[in-house]
């Protein structure tokens, strides 16, 4: 902010000085225009998406109303649709998946930034960023193939004997359903934690770490207690990067979770996502409501990501607010 | 660089000519599960008539019909026929009607996996629609069972998978269950999609397939090419005359046969639970959209010469991936339909 607020009193004079024509014969005011119809295009193609997928849900709009979202019947033979067991699929699958991913993302990103020598994090780093560039259906495939079969055969039978009292691990175990589908997600989302933070924590200046060290500190106490605080801000970031991609994950959940749309308290039970199901019947519509109903999820499914992504703002410049509090005190 | 510059200008001269010279270009959309033999066929037709060159999206049935409904493809592919409202919204839009052509036959299966189980079970239609109906839920039940004297089922629950996709395949079960079970009718219907209820959904045929593998006590519906393809084990289905028929390609034709008699004139019939000893009974045509008027009288006349091909020589390609190949009354009955294309 600093620097920013130095440069524009100085550039001021400089620009006045010159006529429009001046400018624009000199470029800088063409590529001012062309940035800013680049820029202008992302809201423009939000605010574009949003209107034709409010235009094209009009008639589950009108026939349904609220109840869509209060309703769990979704029947396309008989014109009945309700989004709540998708709503629910949606946001337990991608809770599952953090709550595996998290913990395992950002221990492995303060190994590489903070404890590995600096070839060992670099070579790890490229096979982040391969895993991150792997192609959805491919994990899809790791999960039907690998993940399920391990789920039924081994995990399943091994919570239902340890955790079993509790309603999350009970009922019958096929190896499909929630519990696989946020396994898997966690997979495809765990490369995006550690790699940015990553570059988050490596980022944080030396001088933070070396004045922990000589007060006294051992290496981890000034990794854990002055090192991941300073980069709370950029950790937390990588996790709502990679809560998006969860919610929005289709062909690997669709794989994975069983494709029913039910509403069940058990993690082994089978369910259902809002993008699983919007691939799956979209291009097999043919009565305009259930088309229309399928578009509707879609509006659903951009103001989920567009309300978490906005808590996620808040969150973060809450938390960075306190921590540039108490680097001033 | 000039060199450059006059090669560049050569290949585009070339590429001007080939152009320009560029065949007629038909496009259709639709159905999946013909795409394999679709594909074969435009093929096939492209060598003999290098002129013309049909493009076909496999898109699904429902994508095919919403196509050909806002013109944006010269004819379109279902695996179930349009229905009244859908043929209104055709009619509606370009004052003239669509006409179906069937031009495959294709069967769905049972399949399943029970381990210790190598034998191939008889199913009755009751066992079926009471398995999808979630009443009948362990496999020595006796619906299943009666069937099966002399095999010994386990008292495993069981695991039923359906398509998750909207699909022709899926069309074809529910059409068929609709009609042996009237629970099945009131309940869940037919279509390319319904609300089931029980089972796991799994996305496409070979999803399906590899879940019924891969998981024990499985039972599901496959498109018939998929079983054979993959050489997996399925079941015969009790007739309507009472005979227990295993899906191939001669009982799928003995079908279309049993249901050619009273093929209405716009060829949009349901075959499944078909009269006929030998016919399997969960079989279906799969069709061709093709308008009734065309504003250019060239694609017609490519279209008119696509389908003659099909319904004769194209007829000999089938077999040989795993389709089974219509029924010559019904061919009789096609080519005269066709005059009414104009």
Avoid: C
Wanted: charged content about 15%; glycine content about 10%; overall charge neutral.
């Amino acid at each position: 902010m600093a620097t920013t607020t130095t440069t524009v009193p100085s550039a001021g004079p400089i620009a006045g000085s010159r006529s429009f024509l001046a400018r624009l014969r000199e470029g800088d005011e063409i590529a001012r225009m062309i940035t800013f119809l680049f820029a202008a295009s992302v809201v423009l193609v939000t605010v574009l998406l949003v209107f034709e997928l409010w235009r094209d849900s009009v008639l589950p709009r009108h026939k349904f109303g609220f109840n869509f979202f209060r309703t769990s019947v979704w029947d396309p033979v008989f014109d009945q649709f309700g989004a709540l067991p998708f709503i629910y699929g949606t946001l337990l699958t991608a809770t599952i998946s953090l709550v595996i991913a998290v913990p395992l993302g950002i221990g492995a990103a303060i190994f590489l930034a903070e404890l590995a020598p600096a070839r060992i994090s670099d070579t790890l780093e490229f096979f982040i960023d391969l895993l991150a560039a792997v192609p959805s259906v491919i994990y899809g495939i790791l999960g039907v193939f690998i993940v399920i079969p391990l789920m039924r055969d081994y995990i399943q039978p091994g919570l239902k004997k340890s955790l079993g009292f509790l309603p999350l691990f009970q009922g019958p175990a096929y190896g499909f359903g929630f519990l696989t589908a946020g396994a898997v997600l966690a997979i495809m989302i765990i490369p995006y934690i550690i790699s940015v933070s990553r570059e988050v924590l490596l980022s944080v200046p030396r001088d933070q770490r070396e004045a922990a060290l000589s007060l006294g500190s051992t290496r981890w106490e000034a990794t854990w207690k002055v090192v991941v605080p300073f980069a709370r801000g950029g950790i937390l970031g990588s996790i709502f990067l990679a809560l998006a991609r969860a919610l929005g994950e289709t062909i690997a959940v669709t794989m994975v979770i069983g494709n029913q749309p039910i509403i069940r308290a058990s993690l082994f039970s089978s369910g259902y996502s809002i993008a699983a199901i919007i691939a799956n019947e979209l291009t097999e519509a043919t009565s305009n409501l259930h088309y229309q109903s399928l578009i509707e999820l879609g509006l659903v499914l951009f103001l989920l990501t567009f309300v978490l992504n906005g808590l996620a703002r808040l969150l973060i410049v809450a938390t960075s607010q306190r921590g540039a509090g108490m680097g001033h005190a | 660089m000039k060199r450059l510059a006059g090669l560049l200008l050569v290949v585009l001269a070339v590429a001007g000519v080939l152009w320009a010279d560029s065949a007629l270009s038909i496009n259709g959309a639709g159905a999946t599960f013909p795409y394999p033999m679709y594909s074969k066929w435009f093929d096939e037709y492209h060598k003999k008539n290098t002129n013309l060159q049909i493009n076909y999206q496999s898109i699904g049935s429902g994508g095919g019909i919403k196509q050909i409904t806002e013109g944006t493809v010269d004819f379109g592919a279902t695996d179930g026929p349009m229905n009244d409202e859908q043929l209104k919204a055709y009619s509606d839009k370009h004052g003239s009607g669509i006409l179906h052509f069937p031009t495959v036959l294709g069967a769905d299966v049972p399949a399943y996996n029970i381990p210790g189980v190598s034998a191939e079970l008889n199913f009755t239609p009751e066992a079926l629609a009471g398995i999808f109906l979630g009443k009948i839920t362990k496999w020595n039940d006796p619906a299943i069972a009666g069937a099966n004297k002399g095999v010994s089922l386990p008292a495993n629950d069981i695991v039923v998978v359906h398509r998750s996709d909207g699909s022709g395949t899926t069309y074809i079960w529910t059409d068929y269950l609709s009609k042996i079970s009237d629970e099945w009718k009131a309940k869940v219907g037919k279509g390319t999609s319904v609300n089931w209820p029980v089972g796991l959904g799994a996305k496409g045929n070979e999803v399906v397939a590899g879940t019924i593998k891969n998981t024990p006590n499985s039972f599901g519906y496959v498109e018939l090419i998929y079983v054979i393809q993959n050489q997996m084990a399925y079941g015969r289905v009790r007739n309507s005359s009472g005979a227990f028929i295993k899906a191939n390609l001669a009982s799928v034709t003995a079908a279309a046969a049993g249901a050619a008699k009273n093929m209405p004139d716009d060829f949009r019939v349901s075959i499944t639970d078909a009269p006929g000893k030998t016919a399997y009974p969960i079989s279906s045509f799969t069709w061709l959209l093709v308008p009734a008027k065309f504003s250019d009288a060239t694609k017609r006349d490519a279209i008119k010469g696509f389908v003659k091909w099909m319904l004769a020589d194209g007829q000999n390609y089938t077999e040989a991936l795993s389709y089974a190949k219509l029924p010559q009354e019904v061919v009789t009955k096609e080519l005269k339909a066709l005059n009414n294309v104009q």
